[in-house]
Each structure stands twice: as C-alpha cells, then as structure tokens.
C-alpha cells in the first residue's frame, strides 16, 4: 500500500472505533463528506465493504472488524511511541559526551553540573580527562573545553569560567641553599617540574607576559607528567619549580606549604570555554548542560 495511503487507514480505524462519522471527523479534523469520501476510496481500492452504513448507525462488517483487529493495536503503539518520544522535550534525557581537562573538571564541570544531574536523573554526562586537543567531532564528543585563546575559530564557544591565572610557585625547602628566579629567563638554571602536552608529544613552555611582553621558557628538570595533580605533589614533596593554577596553588601558599615567586609576570588567561562544532539545533540534554556551566559574572 502507497504511503500516502496511511492515512486512509487512520480515518477508517477512527470511524471503526467511533461507530460515527460525526464524532470521528470532528476527532480528526476534517468535515464529515471528506471522511466519507475518504472511507469509500479506501473500500474501491481493497474491493471490499469495510463498514455498514444505516441512517443511525455505522458498524464494521467482517472484512471491517478483521482489519480493526489486525491493524488497530499497531497504529496504537505507533501513536504512543511518538507521544513518548515527545514528552521527551519535557523530560530531557540522553549522553552528553565532553572531554576536558582535570583542573577544568574539577573547579567548573563537577560543581555546576552536579544540580542538573540531580534534577535530571535521564541525563547521562561522560566526561574525558584528556589534555590533548582532541578532535571532537572525529572522536564523537559533544563538546570540549579549553582556554579561550585555544578554541579554533570555526566552533562556537561558551564561556564557563572567570579568567585566571597560572602561578609559578616551589616549596620552602626547595629555595633553601637556592636564589629565587627574578625572571622568567632565571628558571633555565633550576629544577622544573614539566608537563607534556600529547597531542604534540612536547613538553609545554610556560607563558609569561609583563607591560605586553610576552615570553615563553621551556623549563627542565627531573621530572615529567601530564596532569596538574601530580605535579602538585611533586612541588609540595620539594621536588622543584610547578606552574600551576592559581587556585589550585593558593591555599597552600596560604599555608606556607608553597611560595610564590614571578608574580608581576603572570597575566591572567582567557578563562575555560565549552565549544562545539555549530549552532545546530541542539539535543535538550545538550541544551541543559550548556546552560548549567555558562559563566555569569556576579
């Protein structure tokens, strides 16, 4: 049967149901003679009388019943199916796959997210510690966060986080027997803690920046990781110089656990953006996470 034909079966099964085509024509919409002549359309094609028309009632003949009774309960499965799939613009539901790194993890996406997925127990979040620029559409994520300057021009970004600041910063007893660096030049000649980047494989070169003078040093020293919260152990264990985070290093440089050293020549950061590949017409899953990280400022 011709799609278009569908149609026909739904009129006919309405008036099958309704036993009147008064009530089925105001149920679908449409005027009495064009239920009628839609039903009589149907019954030429099939050769066969589908219903029993008196002056006062309409009834299925046998033909009529036997197709009520096969094809009925499947248009209404039909039917509820596609009422639930629209309740699912009400109740959002469905993955949401990010990749992003620890500190953004930890200090944004964890905290403002852990509300929506209260409310919201069909959200699904996957989030992907990576500190790589990954490829999100060939790697199939939703969306990725980076720093501001980082975010390719061809993706949208959100905004989710205040601008901050690296700090560079060695426990006390790393400085004793030791000067402290009064330029960024002056950590060539101590022990750095490094990280590695590996979507390049190389290690990263710490950005500094004073009256608009930009400067970058590639650091050494014995050892290597890549992700902050090592190397936060690393520099509170004495081991050399970290560049990390401001908040991440300022309760313990409160403590006395760490000093700061370079401060003039650390210059705040774009802050963390969530970006995606368009402005497509987004999932409501989707919708809700971006809404529940989008930085606003106080």
Known sequence: MARENLNDIVAFLAVAREKSFTKSAAKLGVSQSALSHTIRALETRLGLRLLTRTTRSVSPTEAGERLLSAVGPHFADIQAELEALGALRSQPSGKVRITAGLHSTETILWPKLQPLLRKHPAVQVEIIVDYGLTNIVADRFDAGVRLGEQVAKDMVAVRIGPDFRFVVVAAPSYFKGRPEPKTPQDLTSHSCINIRMPTYGGLYA???????????????????????????????????VAYLPEDTAAPHIARGRLRQVLDCWCAPFPGYHLYFPSRRQAAPAFSLVIDALRYRRK
Not at 216 to 239: M, P, T
């Open 206 to 240: 710490w950005e500094f920046e004073r009256e608009g003078r930009e400067l970058n040093v590639r650091v050494d020293g014995q050892l290597v990781f890549n992700n902050s919260k090592q190397i936060l152990d690393a520099v509170l264990a004495g081991f050399g």
